[in-house]
């Protein structure tokens, strides 16, 4: 066979390329079919042989495909709802034994089951986040000296282990101070701290000072991934040594990449659509000029390290479509305390929730989560937490995820409560719960919305 470029397509891709062609494909053009995602395909590697059926099957097993137009469950009119894909690289077993992922359909996107019988109270596993913007209360502790800038744990001035960046600038001092050494190289190398320090790199003071200014907890977790995956990205580029060192900086580039791009996500505009059904006015302005301060804030890294010579990597952090996703996916993603968790975040929506998130290790590693079983869990059960307050009523309840830009929650207790619903009526019981948790997140829901 010969194409257009008269090269002949006598290669076969393995496996692995396939699937890593077709993934940059689809971050790079979310909402094609699969007939457009093959074809770009072929005109991009003109000598693969590749069945459109083979290109399917791949993006099947990857969760890329696209709801067809006459899936019964495909959300109806114009609104959009989130999207996800599973991460063929997460290391989950490294973390337990016994949830695993699955792809469930195209409307519901990814989530964790059961692998096996899972007791009441069980911890499951424990987890760092992949990013972390701290509460607004810890943030103003860390920018005193007074909570670890990683992990977030308060501490004392008094204690020996604390551990100071020792970056200035001309007039900016770097306040972050840290737990102890891993924390401060771990702030670094999995953090990428330099890039969003004032002393080592005063480009992101402007950004990190209107992060604070508005509360917007979705944009300082986005500032916070995208450090993450710029120093990242750099390490890559910019590794020299033997080949396997090399491999190695790539791969762990290449696994942050996938992590951040398997997060479900829905563009800010496409969210904001029930916000303006409901009257609400997003702040677009507030989203231009957020994105200017990002761009401007990694701009120097961008140039010095060639980064724009990655155009998907390029386009899916800085432009501003890109902005807008990695936005709607901060805030889709983000558990309450306002980490971004890589396994975390797989966990689905339910109104009668099985599994909860705890912050045990409170003296030395306060974003560290713990999940646990609420409730016996059989094996093959899928694993649900509540987004919402559950002590709400049903209409209540649905108006809550609507505003994160969820589609209408169908499980057992909803479609339950629905039949006995008087017509537009909230039942009493309907009424916020009072708790610190609650509170909190109704906060960060107003922040994620960047209603400024
Ligand atoms: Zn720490
Ligand atoms: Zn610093
Ligand atoms: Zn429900």
């Not at 924390?183 to 004032?198: F, Q, V, Y």
């Not at 010095?304 to 010579?309: D, P, V």
Request: proline share 5%; with cysteine.
């Amino acid at each position: 066979m010969e194409n257009a470029n008269g090269a002949s397509r006598g290669v076969v891709p393995t496996e692995g390329e396939l699937t890593a062609a077709l993934q940059s494909l689809r971050s790079e053009s979310p909402a094609l079919g699969t007939p457009k995602v093959h074809a770009l395909l072929l005109a991009q590697q003109p000598t693969w042989s590749v069945s459109e059926k083979r290109t399917r099957k791949v993006l099947q097993a990857l969760g890329l495909v696209l709801s067809s137009g006459n899936s019964s469950s495909k959300p109806t009119g114009d609104r959009k709802y989130p999207a996800s894909q599973l991460n063929p690289s997460l290391p989950l077993e490294q973390m337990t034994n016994a949830v695993k992922t699955k792809y469930f359909n195209d409307a519901k996107g990814k989530g964790l089951v059961a692998t096996r019988k899972i007791e009441k109270g069980e911890v499951m596993w424990k987890e760092d986040p992949f990013a972390l913007a701290a509460e607004w209360e810890l943030y103003e502790l860390q920018n005193k000296s007074l909570a670890c800038f990683y992990c977030s744990t308060p501490m004392s001035h008094s204690s020996n282990a604390v551990l100071r960046c020792t970056s200035t600038s001309d007039s900016l001092a770097c306040p972050a101070t840290f737990c102890n050494r891993l924390c401060r190289s771990r702030a670094e190398s999995l953090g990428g701290h330099s890039m969003l320090c004032p002393g080592a790199n005063p480009a992101s003071n402007e950004l990190l000072a209107f992060v604070e200014k508005s509360q917007w907890q979705a944009l300082h977790a986005l500032s916070r991934c995208t450090a993450r995956l710029v120093m990242r990205k750099k390490a890559a580029i910019l590794k020299k040594g033997g080949q396997k060192e090399r491999a190695e900086v790539g791969k762990a580039f290449e696994d942050d990449w996938a992590i951040y791009t398997a997060l479900a996500v829905l563009s800010y505009e496409d969210r904001f659509k029930y916000a303006e059904e409901m009257g609400g006015e997003p702040d677009r302005a507030a989203w231009q000029k957020a994105h200017k301060l990002l761009v401007n804030a990694f701009d120097k890294e961008r140039r010095k390290s060639n980064l724009a010579h990655d155009p998907v990597f390029d386009e899916e952090l800085f432009s501003y479509e890109g902005f807008l996703r990695g936005l709607g996916r901060m805030s889709l993603n983000m558990e309450s305390h306002g980490g971004i968790y890589a396994v975390h975040s797989h966990i689905n929506h339910s109104c009668t929730p099985n599994t909860s998130v705890r912050h045990h290790d409170q003296s030395n590693a306060l974003s560290r989560i713990t999940v646990l079983a609420s409730s016996d869990i059989e094996a093959g059960e899928e694993l649900v937490i509540t987004y919402v307050d559950p002590s709400l009523g049903v209409r209540e309840r649905r108006k809550r995820l609507a505003e994160w830009g969820f589609g209408k929650c169908t499980c057992g207790r909803c479609m339950e409560e629905e039949k006995s619903l008087p017509p537009q009526i909230e039942p009493a019981s309907g009424q916020p719960a009072a708790g610190p948790d609650m509170s909190d997140l109704s906060a960060e829901i107003k922040a994620g919305l960047g209603l400024l």
